[in-house]
C-alpha cells in the first residue's frame, strides 16, 4: 500500500495493488469530513454547509467517493441520509484518522512554541499514582522546555519496552529479570492489606496472603499493574480472588474498602489517612515493592531523558 501527494495541496491518493489489478481509489480529507458532517446532520445540505462546500460540490464529491470506492456510504430516503454498513465502517476510520490529526497538531504545537525535547515514561501502577505526581511536577517546574510522554504499564513490559528503546526510561517494580538495562534505585515502598475499622482482621498487625483468598476484595480495574500481579499471586496460591468491585485509583480503593465493601491491597505510600481506615502488614516475602529506574544505559540518553533520569534518581531510598 503507498501513500503519495496529491495534485492539491493537503490532498492524497490511496493506492492499493492487487495479485492482478491495479486500482486507484481517490480521497482526500475534505471527503472524509464531507461523510462525517453527513452522518452527523443527517441531510446534504446541512453538511454542506458545515464543511464550506456549495450543496452540489457536495453531491458531486459524494458520488465520486462512492464510485472510487465501489459502494454506497449512504441510503437516500424522503428524511436525509443514513449510512449504510459500509458507510458506518468508512465513518469509523474516518474519525480514528481525525483524531490523529489532532493529535499530531496537538504534539507538534509545543515545538513552535520553544519546546525542545520530549522524554517518554513506562511505569507501573504505584508509581503513577503514588510518587510521580510530585516528582515529575518539580523537574517539569524547572525544565517548561521538555515534555513528558507517560504510560501505564506492568513492570515486566516496561522492562521489555526500555530494552526494545521504545521509551527511554522505566519505572518498576524491583522484582524479577531486567534484562542487563541499567537499574537505579527510585523509591520504597510496601504492599499493605487495608481493612475498615469494623472488620475482623482490623486488629491483626499482620497476615499472609493465603489467609484472606477468601476475603471481597476492592480492586483496581483489570489491567493495571497490581490486579494483574494480585491475581497472579493467588493463582500460585491456589485462589482465585473474590473481586466485588473495581475502581480507578488507590484513593477509591481506600474510600470503598472504608465503607466496608471489602478489603484491598495498596502500596502503603497511597494508604488514606481515615479513622475507618486500619493497615495490615502482609507476611509474604514480595510485600515490599521498592521501585527503580530503568535504562538501556544512561550515558546514551537524550541530555533531556538524562536530566529526568538524574532527578528521579534523587529520590532513591525516598
Keep these: 500500500m503507498i501513500e503519495r501527494p496529491g495534485a492539491a495541496a493537503g490532498n492524497w491518493y490511496y493506492r492499493k495493488q492487487a495479485f492482478d489489478?491495479?486500482?486507484?481509489?481517490h480521497y482526500d480529507l475534505p471527503d472524509l469530513r464531507l461523510?462525517?458532517?453527513?452522518?452527523?446532520?443527517?441531510?446534504?445540505?446541512?453538511?454542506?454547509?458545515?464543511?464550506?462546500?456549495?450543496p452540489s460540490s457536495a453531491s458531486h464529491r459524494l458520488s465520486q467517493l462512492e464510485a472510487s470506492l465501489g459502494v454506497a456510504l449512504f441510503e437516500?430516503?424522503?428524511?436525509?441520509?443514513?449510512?449504510?454498513?459500509?458507510?458506518?465502517?468508512?465513518?469509523?476510520?474516518?474519525?480514528?484518522?481525525?483524531?490523529?490529526?489532532?493529535?499530531?497538531?496537538?504534539?507538534?504545537?509545543?515545538?513552535?512554541?520553544?519546546?525542545?525535547?520530549?522524554?517518554?515514561?513506562?511505569?507501573?501502577?504505584?508509581?503513577?499514582?503514588?510518587?510521580l505526581p510530585e516528582d515529575l511536577g518539580d523537574f517539569l517546574r524547572e525544565h517548561p522546555q521538555i515534555r513528558v510522554s507517560l504510560e501505564e504499564q506492568p513492570?515486566?513490559?516496561?522492562?521489555?519496552?526500555?530494552?526494545?528503546?521504545?521509551?527511554?526510561?522505566?519505572?518498576?517494580?524491583?522484582?524479577?529479570?531486567f534484562g542487563g538495562l541499567a537499574v537505579t534505585p527510585y523509591r520504597r515502598d510496601r504492599l499493605v492489606l487495608i481493612v475498615a475499622a469494623e472488620h475482623p482482621l482490623a486488629g491483626q498487625r499482620e497476615i499472609a496472603f493465603a489467609d484472606v483468598l477468601n476475603e471481597a476484595f476492592v480492586c483496581l480495574h483489570a489491567g493495571s499493574a497490581i490486579h494483574t500481579f494480585m491475581m497472579n499471586h493467588a493463582a500460585r496460591l491456589g485462589g482465585r480472588l473474590?473481586?466485588?468491585?473495581?475502581?480507578?485509583?488507590?484513593?477509591?480503593?481506600?474510600?470503598?474498602?472504608?465503607?466496608?465493601?471489602?478489603?484491598?491491597?495498596?502500596?502503603?505510600?497511597?494508604?488514606?489517612?481515615?479513622?475507618?481506615?486500619?493497615?495490615?502488614?502482609?507476611?509474604?516475602?514480595?510485600?515490599?515493592?521498592?521501585?527503580?529506574l530503568c535504562v538501556r544505559e544512561r550515558a546514551a540518553l537524550s541530555p533531556a531523558a538524562r536530566a529526568l533520569f538524574d532527578h528521579l534518581a534523587t529520590m532513591g531510598g525516598g
Design 21 to 25: 489489478q491495479d486500482e486507484t481509489l
Design 35 to 54: 461523510v462525517a458532517a453527513i452522518a452527523d446532520s443527517g441531510a446534504l445540505t446541512r453538511a454542506a454547509e458545515r464543511v464550506h462546500l456549495a
Design 155 to 177: 513492570s515486566p513490559a516496561i522492562v521489555g519496552a526500555v530494552a526494545a528503546g521504545q521509551v527511554d526510561i522505566g519505572v518498576v517494580a524491583a522484582e524479577g529479570d
Design 76 to 131: 437516500r430516503h424522503a428524511r436525509g441520509l443514513t449510512p449504510t454498513v459500509a458507510g458506518e465502517s468508512l465513518l469509523r476510520h474516518a474519525r480514528q484518522v481525525f483524531a490523529q490529526l489532532e493529535q499530531m497538531h496537538a504534539d507538534l504545537a509545543p515545538y513552535a512554541s520553544g519546546l525542545n525535547a520530549q522524554v517518554t515514561v513506562f511505569a507501573n501502577t504505584n508509581a503513577i499514582n503514588c510518587f
Design 242 to 292: 473474590d473481586v466485588r468491585i473495581q475502581v480507578r485509583s488507590f484513593a477509591a480503593v481506600c474510600r470503598m474498602v472504608a465503607a466496608g465493601v471489602g478489603i484491598g491491597m495498596v502500596p502503603r505510600s497511597s494508604v488514606a489517612a481515615a479513622e475507618r481506615l486500619k493497615t495490615v502488614e502482609i507476611a509474604d516475602a514480595w510485600a515490599p515493592r521498592d521501585l527503580h
